[in-house]
């Protein structure tokens, strides 16, 4: 964290996001339109319910599935969209 | 391999919304240990969600104080519940690993969900759920300059709208399903519940509409316009970044259903977990308080969990000290309720080809032969992707009147290293 802000890194990118926003924030803030995965006819989606129900925002996070709306941004986390 | 770490406590309380915080503080000068769990990852719930673009209110703080300033207090974010393997246990899953959780008495205080309805363009990225938009915007979501469409029913609509500009949002319309009469209603009610009545000067927006509702997103690859059809029955065009839509709240009743508790069967809590005036559900050693027993406001959700609270740790008096105060706010949730009950002309939301199941992207047209919810899983695949039909088979209870079946583990979707996990452990108890 620095000036309270968090770095992590998205899809290769470098995004540097307030203290404390969730993944699914970041998302948005990397640029686009925040889109965190593919549908499975296609369809590009962003979160949805902003609440861990949903599941549409569903991200790969250091590895991990996990819900970008529900997981706090760390220095040096690394995201990967889409399925 | 390594099994489950099992872990014990007196009280076990899933959920750290208002409910379940009040639950935990009000168990806790019994010496009782208390471990709360959230599937988020800080206290708070909905309503009181923490995050760089929130702003919580006294109240909020005073709980969470409360909270962390009990030592025999345990509060667990980030971590969800993923089964019931044995009667008086939980598997619990966080970012880090599994544990198995002994409780001597179970509080659940689960909350609710939005009431997300299918249309045209619902899938597209910028539509969110109302709330949904609120606890993203609370999360960080920068929305700042942006176009916004508030749509769908309930006092939630103008929280988000406060939320949305208070971040820097435009916010254009607010469309509520509503009637005028019935809103009128409840803005006149609102002065014979304490601390509700400046909540009626919200109703004045110059935005809002009645009997508004949604009819279409527009946009290539995000949204760019929404379609509303207005009380008048003109439709409207309007060019907008945003769409923020939900029809009211859904109790969160799974975890509740899978340990058997019933659910109520009249009156406005009909789809929430039965409780009796100590908020204890159908099954001995489970409580329940707050939104999944009902939907009903913060007010009603602390009082009933500071009576289960209570009543969990055998403290009878200090339980029924708190009945007025539940009693009262029982009577704010009926008229919620009653003022914005939803209009049977939502089930014309969806077309033919609106998908229903955003997870198995199964359309309108594939469910409308249907006998039911089992028929449309097994046959449509409706309900069997990632959010095992919490979104969809809301949605289908509305367009549909199907009942979905009680849920089966695991709750929520889980890694395979938990599961694996309980097995080795049960081959060992076995051995």
């Known amino acids: 964290m620095n000036n309270g802000h968090t770095l992590l890194n998205i899809d290769g990118r470098l995004v540097r996001v307030k203290a404390g926003s969730s993944v699914a924030a970041a998302l948005r803030v990397a640029g686009g339109t925040g889109i965190a995965r593919t549908s499975v006819s296609g369809q590009p989606r962003a979160p949805f319910c902003g609440m861990g129900v949903c599941q549409e925002c569903r991200v790969l996070i250091d590895g991990r599935r996990r819900l970008a709306c529900q997981t706090v941004c760390a220095e040096g986390m690394r995201v990967e969209t889409s399925e | 391999m390594n099994g489950v770490a099992l872990e014990r406590c007196d009280v076990l309380v899933i959920g750290a919304g208002p409910a379940g915080m009040a639950a935990a503080v009000a168990a806790a000068p019994s010496g009782a240990s208390i471990v709360v769990i959230d599937d988020n990852p ?29 030592a025999n207090i345990r509060v667990r974010s980030g971590t969800r519940v993923v089964a019931a393997p044995e009667p008086g246990e939980l598997l619990l899953e966080d970012a880090e690993g599994a544990v198995r959780m002994r409780w001597g008495k179970l509080i659940l205080c689960t909350g609710a969900r939005e009431l997300l309805l299918p249309f045209p363009g619902w899938t ?70 304490p601390g509700k009545a400046a909540q009626a000067v919200t109703l004045a927006d110059p935005c809002y509409r009645t009997s508004s509702r949604v009819v279409s997103a527009g946009g290539a690859a995000k949204v760019e316009s929404v379609r509303l059809r207005q009380g008048n ?20 009743t799974q975890l509740g259903r899978m340990l058997g508790c019933e659910l109520a069967s009249d009156g406005f809590s009909a789809r929430g977990l039965q409780v009796d005036a100590r908020q204890a559900t159908s099954v001995p050693g489970i409580f329940a308080a707050g939104e999944c027993t009902g939907f009903g406001g913060s007010e009603r959700a602390l009082a009933q969990g500071t009576i ?61 032969d249907c006998n039911g919810w089992t028929d449309a899983k ?22 549909f009147g199907w009942t979905p079946p009680a849920p089966r583990p695991p ?16 081959a060992d108890a076995r051995q």
């Open chain 2, 233 to 252: 029955g003109k439709e409207v065009e309007i060019a907008c970044d945003r769409i923020a839509c939900g029809f009211g709240l859904v109790p969160n």
């Open chain 2, 42 to 70: 800080a206290p708070g719930g909905q309503i009181w969600r923490d995050g760089p673009g929130a702003s919580l209110p006294p109240a909020a703080r005073k709980w969470r104080d409360a909270l962390d300033g009990r």
């Open chain 2, 124 to 193: 597209l990225p910028g539509v969110t759920g109302a709330g949904g938009l609120q606890a993203l915007i609370k999360a960080g979501l920068p929305v700042e300059g942006e176009r916004t469409v508030i749509a769908g029913s309930g006092p939630l609509l103008l929280a988000a709208a406060a939320t949305a500009r208070a971040a820097g949002a435009k916010v254009l319309r607010i469309a509520e399903q509503a009637s005028f009469a019935s809103v009128a209603r409840f803005g006149a009610s609102l002065a014979r519940w």
């Open chain 2, 411 to 426: 709750l929520s979707p889980v890694r395979i290293a938990t599961l694996a996990g309980l097995a080795s452990e049960g």
């Open chain 2, 308 to 368: 289960a609270g209570h009543a969990a740790v055998g403290n009878e008096r200090a339980a029924a000290a708190h009945e007025g105060e539940r009693v009262r706010w029982d009577g704010f949730a009926a008229q919620l309720h009653r003022s914005f009950a939803l209009s049977p002309a939502l089930k014309a939301l969806p077309q033919a080809d609106t998908l229903v199941c955003r997870c198995e992207d199964v359309p309108f047209s594939a469910l409308k």
């Open chain 2, 378 to 399: 097994l046959h449509r695949r409706c309900g069997m992707g990632a959010c095992q039909g919490r979104v969809c088979g809301d949605a289908a209870q509305l367009l």
